[in-house]
């Protein structure tokens, strides 16, 4: 598969990324779990989404029980992590909130260490905008750890780009990622200019819920867009619409990196196919119109 730099500055990545957000729902064993993550490093997928408040806390102490049965894996992949969150799932909070304090960061971060199994991250990301964010104090942190080491790059995820900018202003090494989300069910990046941003800066954004959640091949609403999906992916021979969605991402100029939820197999090698496909300007416009329900001005 192949590999992008997500900044001239910043770490390489493989073309897709699997994410562990629902790692606790694929209800598998740590040898379980070690056989799929050897599975999807195989394919060349070898970059992993993970954020402290997964699975209410929990997704990467099982991800870190299953890498400690074969530590020498964690040469073969990038290692991602979110902070910013505090869910009452944690019971020191009393509601849901967000917390971007430079004492918070250095300690999710450092808890994301130890139940990883790993040394340092290879990208760390303020999960979402924090309307209390100070900017100085986020940059101490995040120049705290990469100097100690327990991260290698800094980015963001879902930031504006004020916010963006914002942060970047007050470090004094690149922002390498915005990751946000990007499917034809949510294409408000492609006219905010978060994605021009990212083009500008020459940053690759990594893109979740390109499938909207699963929402695209269940909702009613969705119905006129599975039709031109399909038959969009007999034009181009694609075998899933999943593809094809995939395809009509990876076409943006800004090239993101999608990113797989899936805990299925033979979905994720799909996905991974989909790099292969090229649509033309006017199907991937048809798709953008078959899921806003209009067309160009």
């Not at 705290?144 to 790059?153: C, F, Q, T």
């Not at 959640?213 to 599975?226: D, M, Q, S, T, V």
């Not at 399909?230 to 075998?239: F, K, L, P, Q």
């Not at 619409?241 to 994720?268: D, F, H, N």
Request: proline share 6%; net charge negative; charged share 20%.
């Amino acid at each position: 598969m192949q590999r992008l730099a997500l900044h001239p500055q910043g770490p390489e990545f493989s073309r897709f990324i699997m994410g562990y957000w629902r790692l606790m729902e694929w209800q598998l064993s740590p040898a379980a779990l070690l056989d799929f993550i050897k599975f999807h490093l195989d394919l060349g997928i070898t970059t992993l989404d993970h954020a402290d408040i997964y699975g209410g806390y929990q997704c990467e102490q099982a991800f870190g029980a299953a890498l400690r049965l074969e530590p020498s894996l964690r040469e073969r992949m990038e290692v991602v992590s979110k902070c910013g969150i505090a869910l009452t799932a944690d019971p020191a909070h009393q509601l849901n909130h967000y917390n971007t304090s430079r004492s918070h960061i250095i300690a999710s971060a450092e808890r994301s260490l130890n139940h990883l199994a790993v040394d340092s991250l290879d990208l760390l990301l303020i999960h979402r905008p924090d309307p209390l964010m100070d900017a100085d104090e986020v940059a101490e942190a995040f120049v705290r750890l990469k100097e100690s080491g327990k991260i290698r790059h800094a980015g963001v995820s879902n930031f504006t780009p004020s916010q963006f900018a914002l942060l970047q202003s007050r470090l004094p090494f690149p922002l390498v990622t915005n990751q946000v989300e990007i499917s034809p069910l949510n294409q408000s990046a492609t006219l905010d200019g978060t994605l021009d941003q990212c083009q500008q800066l020459a940053v690759r954004p990594m893109a979740w819920s390109c499938l909207g959640g699963g929402r695209l091949f269940h909702a009613p609403e969705y119905a006129p867009l599975r039709h031109e999906l399909e038959t969009i992916r007999h034009e181009v021979g694609a075998e899933t619409i999943e593809q094809v969605v995939y395809a009509w991402v990876l076409m943006l100029p800004s090239r993101p990196l999608p990113i797989i939820g899936s805990g299925k197999r033979e979905r994720i090698a799909q996905a991974a196919r989909a790099s292969d496909l090229v649509l033309s300007r006017q199907q991937w416009f048809r798709i953008r119109k078959a899921a806003l329900g209009y067309d160009v001005p």
